[in-house]
């Protein structure tokens, strides 16, 4: 059928139909050079969902529709797939001392007024490593971490050395964490006690006590170690670091702080102060 007979057929003009074919060609032009900004986001974010992917368009590029972004990652396939697994990292069955939740009800004004403390496993092809983190309950940020083989207290301590480190001590510091046997080891107490640092565990098998910790570990397996499947410790390693210091803590927008990386959100924090 010629163009005429299927414009006279179908009620509209030829014009009309040459106009919308050029739109539809502007839209497809525009949708693939939104669908390249989304692919480099998503190779450097492997494991960010639809909408913080439109706020880092916002940052990058400019403003865009959500509905339509979430469109193209289905179409491409660029929506991250979550798999779940689950190793016991929290041994609390024990006789040491343990100590009572200090934040409930507790409201975060600054860095520095709340520690977070966890340990989570990491897959090998040949068993398990370990990591113990920090977190700053208030911007989010990693201030301290340790990679071992090993599931022990110099694990945390580890961590915890690093944080005290890089961070200043401020009155009625509070280090939270659950009941494991790392957190209510006496080497890891006194040196919490030594630092003048107020103590504070998780009600028993309340992971919600401590869900700012439980969320960090949830974002690096989703959007670092899945994505990566490390082969050898050392690889492990280098890569929890590289994306701990480089990506996390300094890139990777975060929802609960405005959808801004930890690393302005306390530099802003720090010049209102």
């Not at 983190?133 to 580890?158: M, N, Q």
């Not at 009155?171 to 890891?188: E, I, K, N």
């Not at 690889?235 to 405005?258: C, M, Q, V, W």
Request: aromatic fraction near 10%.
């Amino acid at each position: 059928m010629s163009l005429r007979k299927l414009c006279r057929w179908l009620g509209v003009s030829r014009s009309w139909y040459y106009l919308r074919e050029k739109r539809k060609a502007i839209r497809a032009a525009k949708d693939k050079d939104l669908c390249a900004a989304i692919e480099a986001i998503v190779l450097e974010f492997g494991g960010y969902g639809y909408r913080r992917v439109v706020k880092e368009l916002a940052r990058q590029v400019s403003k865009v529709n959500s509905k339509r972004v979430l469109r193209l990652m289905r179409e491409e396939n660029l929506l991250c797939q979550l798999k779940r697994r689950f190793v016991i990292t929290t041994h609390s069955n024990h006789s040491n001392a343990v100590f009572k939740n200090l934040l409930k009800g507790k409201e975060l004004t600054e860095p520095d007024q709340v520690w977070h403390a966890d340990i989570t496993y990491v897959s090998l092809p040949k068993g398990f490593c370990y990591l113990a983190t920090i977190l700053d309950g208030y911007s989010r940020k990693c201030i301290g971490w340790k990679l071992s083989k090993r599931i022990d207290t110099e694990l945390a301590l580890g961590a915890l050395e690093k944080a005290l480190a890089s961070r200043q001590v401020k009155p009625g510091l509070t280090h939270h964490s659950d009941r494991g046997v790392q957190y209510t080891s006496l080497a890891y107490v006194s040196r919490l006690q030594e630092a003048g640092i107020a103590i504070s565990m998780s009600r028993r098998g309340n992971s919600y006590d401590n869900a700012k910790a439980e969320s960090f570990m949830k974002t690096l397996k989703y959007e670092e170690v899945y994505v990566k499947e490390y082969q050898t410790y050392q690889e492990a390693a280098d890569n929890i670091g590289e994306f701990i210091e480089k990506i996390y803590n300094t890139k990777r927008l975060h929802s609960s702080i405005g959808y801004l990386p930890p690393i302005e959100f306390e530099a802003a924090a720090i010049t209102a102060a």
